[in-house]
Structure formats: structure tokens, C-alpha cells
């Protein structure tokens, strides 16, 4: 009887112990879901957050439970195997001592009983709490994903609104804007006069033979020219000016905007590479971009503008 009761001591508490490496066997993935809104990322990870505190604390009442309920069962079991030893010696005493002998060593089995099933119930719970846990911890990573997701679209919709900003702003007088474009090589060419006194005789702002045709953007309010020339064919400034934008621009694609004084602007788009930067000064024949190629063939699109108004550059050429 003994031996029995010492074993099940012996093995309820190694069971208790023996509960923390399996916490995670059946913790299954946390399930797909679509990508929420920063409001409703904020909402959920509050919640996650509370979840996991209130299973932490729940768990941390178990483990101090089962620690007790372990050293009760130990003590029990050490009290029982001792009166159980003792046989029949209470008969000596009379039949009166025996019968508390015998009652109070059925009292302890039960209490044993009683501590033994506690026992298993607070694993089999810190078990479960355990999943919960670990299912809690692999929303919140979800969760993680999904804030690093919509802060790189926050970044996106910021640098299309700066673009937006710097676009509108290239056309204002005296307006300077963030640099975007990279510094490259140059091929000045002199130049001299206003913007205003070279209409009619423009000079184009590529060499060499081109199929020039109108054209018009779907965001410009007014007319431009689409220029055909071989890719990469070099871009240069029609006159002296200021670098006033210089990057990538909604149906423009990569676009140079050059402010010539007294409110006349260039734009030169569909480009291949930009070789200028804004606030760069050029002079007239320096080399600022490439032609690039969007889908339709190698060409440039070109703007002038008086302001914000854009002008038909055809009488600017004289074409």
C-alpha cells in the first residue's frame, strides 16, 4: 500500500512538472484574415494586448495553485504511507482508538483524492490557457505584418502627395520645391534674351531628325507635342533657367519642369533618365534628361506653360 501511494505522489508531480514542454504541441496557426484598417489594427491590438495580459495573469494563478496543491499532495502522501505503517498498532489502545485510526486515515485518502484531481485539473487548464496564449501571440505578430503593410501605404500615398504638391508648385513664381531628381552630366550651350523673344524660333529640345506630332495629357489642360526620337536620345534645356521639379509625375511619367523667369515654363516628359536636379541653374542646349519609352515607343512629350496655363508650343517652333 506503501509503495502505491508513494508512486502516485511521486507521479502526480511529475506530471505537474512535466506540463511545461508540451504547452505548444496543438497551438494551431491563428486564421487569415484581410487587411484592416489602421483604426481597426489599433482596436484589435488593444485587444490582443488585454487577451494576453488577462492569460498571463490567469496562468500565473495556476502555477502558484499548482505549487501549493503539489506540496499538499506531498505532505499527504508522507502522512498516509506513515499511518499506514502503523497497522494495527491503535488496536492496543483500545477499539475506540482504533476507529479514529481508521477514520482519520480514510479522511486523508480522500483529501490525497481530492488534491491528486485538483492537480490534474490545473494542468489540463494551463494547458489550454497555454494554446490560447500562443494563439494570442500569433494574431499579434499578424497584426504586425499588417501595421508594417499599412505604413509602407501610408509612405506611398505621402510621396504621391509631395509629387502632387511639388508638381503644382513648379509652376508658381518663385516657388521651390523638394529635391528629387539626381545630379548628372551636362553640355551647356550658350544662349541669350527673354524666354518671351525666342517664340517662333524655340530651338528644339532634342537634335536631329524627330516625327513630331500633338499631344495631350489626360491631367494638362491644354496642348503639348510628342517628339519621336531613338531611346536615349539626350534632352537639353531650350533656354536658361531654373530647375523648378525634377522626378516621376502621374500620366507625365518621369518629368523635368524649368522656370525661364517672368512666369514661362518648360516641361519635358516621358523621359528615360533625369539628369538634373531642382535648383539647378541650365543654360540653353544643356543636356537634362533622356528619351524614354512608356509602352508606345520611344518619345518625348513637351510643355509650355505661362503660369499654370499651358500654351500651344507649335507657334513657339515654328511649326
Known amino acids: 500500500m506503501s509503495r502505491r501511494v508513494r508512486f502516485g505522489v511521486l507521479a502526480c508531480a511529475a506530471a505537474i512538472s512535466a506540463v511545461s514542454p508540451v504547452l505548444f504541441a496543438d497551438a494551431g496557426p491563428a486564421p487569415a484574415r484581410r ?64 476507529v479514529e485510526h481508521a477514520t482519520r486515515l480514510e479522511r486523508m485518502h480522500h483529501g490525497l483524492e481530492s488534491d491528486m484531481a485538483h492537480a490534474k485539473a490545473l494542468a489540463a487548464e494551463r494547458i489550454e490557457l497555454d494554446k490560447q496564449l500562443e494563439a494570442a501571440h500569433a494574431r499579434a505578430q499578424t497584426l504586425d505584418d499588417e501595421e508594417r503593410v499599412l505604413a509602407r501605404a501610408e509612405d506611398a500615398l505621402r510621396a504621391a502627395d509631395e509629387r502632387e504638391r511639388a508638381f503644382a508648385q513648379a509652376f ?20 541669350t534674351g527673354t524666354f518671351g523673344a525666342l517664340k ?15 499631344a495631350r495629357r489626360a491631367s494638362s489642360d491644354g496642348p503639348g507635342l510628342e517628339m519621336r526620337a531613338p531611346l536615349g536620345t539626350p534632352v537639353r534645356s531650350v533656354a536658361p533657367g531654373r530647375v523648378a521639379f525634377a522626378d516621376t509625375y502621374a500620366d507625365y511619367g518621369k518629368t523635368i519642369i524649368i522656370e525661364h523667369g517672368r512666369r ?56
Open 35 to 98: 487587411t484592416a484598417s489602421a483604426d481597426e489594427v489599433a482596436s484589435l491590438r488593444k485587444n490582443v494586448t488585454r487577451d494576453e495580459s488577462a492569460l498571463r495573469r490567469r496562468l500565473d494563478e495556476l502555477r502558484r495553485d499548482a505549487q501549493a496543491t503539489d506540496a499538499r499532495i506531498v505532505a499527504r502522501g508522507r502522512s498516509y504511507v506513515r499511518m499506514t505503517r502503523a497497522g494495527l498498532l491503535p488496536v492496543g489502545d483500545g477499539f475506540e482508538a482504533l
Open 200 to 214: 517662333g524660333r524655340l530651338p528644339f529640345p532634342i537634335g536631329g531628325r524627330s516625327e513630331i506630332r500633338p
Open 172 to 191: 508658381e513664381l518663385g516657388g521651390h520645391t523638394a529635391v528629387y531628381g539626381a545630379v548628372g552630366p551636362s553640355d551647356p550651350a550658350p544662349a
Open 264 to 319: 514661362y515654363y518648360t516641361v519635358s516628359a516621358n523621359l528615360g533618365s533625369i539628369d538634373v536636379a531642382v535648383g539647378d541653374e541650365v543654360g540653353g542646349g544643356e543636356r537634362i534628361g533622356s528619351v524614354g519609352d512608356s509602352g508606345n515607343g520611344a518619345r518625348l512629350y513637351f510643355e509650355i506653360r505661362v503660369g499654370k496655363e499651358t500654351v500651344d508650343p507649335s507657334a513657339w517652333f515654328g511649326i
